[in-house]
């Protein structure tokens, strides 16, 4: 089943003020909001949102906290290393285009604490790892980070009843079940000035998907991002817009409608000629849900676990 429309509309990357939605999801200006976000997710994949409530002091504190953790020196940040999807990420770690280099960014990610969960644990579900309070005090590191990954996961369940709505003809009931106690990760991560080189295989991240549902990205006001225009074959830039999220469309979306919902390439090149920091929130969903297409069609099924446990091996040296 595909989006229909009497014209189609054109790639688009819109700034969004999701606001009046909040206020009141059921209004004409909530409607509008809704026709907004689909016409985005069927050309390009990604818009951006304001008026999305997270306060502009938490998000300025997570920031904090990504540039305190990345100032450490390096021995102390590679005895934060856990297992994917927890802890540290070393430059040059990951390679989300094949062909290229390690990419030339650094990260560490974080997801939910699991109340009074013991080994042996599932995948993407081990302890998170934290850095000595001694070295970084709590205050100034886990309990933001802890704080931000409550309040984007409350938001995540907003976004997505947004695309539901604009899902008109699919059976979207699937997402209770995908929104229950979910793989929801905050990913700090750190963009050194791009080196002066003519080097094609060397980029900031490589030309990739991303793996789940959606991802939230908070950027810093550094340019960087962008997204691949199909139609015309160009790198769109996403320029940021101050405690602005970038919304984009994942796989497992993708896979769920058919593509109706593009989940789009983009990559990260930083010639601010400055460090660049931003702060991606992954909704990955729920380790066992079943991911398969919502219209009867035949096509990929797979579940969370088994979707990224690929991914991550496909990306991780």
């Not at 995908?178 to 080189?197: D, G, S």
């Not at 908070?218 to 691949?228: E, P, R, T, Y």
């Not at 660049?276 to 929130?281: A, G, M, N, T």
């Amino acid at each position: 089943m595909a989006i229909t429309y009497d014209t189609k509309p054109t790639f688009t990357i819109p700034t969004v003020n999701i606001a009046d939605y909040l206020r009141d999801p059921q209004s004409t200006e909530a409607d509008k909001i809704v026709e907004q976000i689909r016409n985005a997710c069927a050309t390009s994949g990604f818009f951006q949102i304001t008026g999305h409530g997270i306060p502009e002091s938490l998000q300025q504190r997570v920031f904090s906290a990504a540039k305190t953790l990345f100032a450490l020196p390096e021995n102390e940040k590679v005895n934060l290393k856990g297992k994917p999807g927890r802890g540290y990420e070393v430059i040059g770690g990951q390679i989300l285009e094949a062909g290229k280099k390690g990419d030339l960014k650094e990260g560490y990610m974080m997801g939910r604490e699991i109340p009074d969960i013991k080994p042996p644990y599932k995948p993407f579900q081990d302890p998170n790892v934290w850095p000595d309070p001694a070295q970084v005090p709590e205050s100034q590191f886990k309990e933001p980070l802890l704080e931000y990954q409550k309040a984007l996961t409350d938001l995540s369940m907003v976004m997505m009843h947004i695309l539901a709505r604009g899902l008109k003809g699919f059976d979207t009931s699937v997402f209770e079940e995908y929104c229950k106690e979910p793989i929801a990760n905050v990913r700090l991560l750190h963009y050194p000035p791009h080196p002066k080189t003519e080097d094609a295989n060397l980029v900031g991240a490589g030309a990739h998907t991303d793996f789940g549902a959606i991802t939230l990205l908070l950027q810093d006001g550094h340019s960087g991002l962008q997204v691949l225009n199909y139609d015309t074959k160009e790198w769109i830039d996403v320029t940021p817009t101050k405690g602005a999220y970038v919304v984009n469309i994942g796989d497992m979306l993708e896979v769920w409608v058919s593509g109706a919902y593009k989940s789009n390439l983009h990559r990260v090149i930083n010639t601010s000629g400055v460090d660049r920091y931003s702060i991606p929130f992954f909704w990955d969903g729920n380790p066992d849900c079943v991911i398969k297409p919502l219209d009867g069609k035949k096509g990929k099924e797979f579940t969370v676990t088994e979707h990224m446990l690929s991914r991550y091996k496909a990306t991780y040296g």
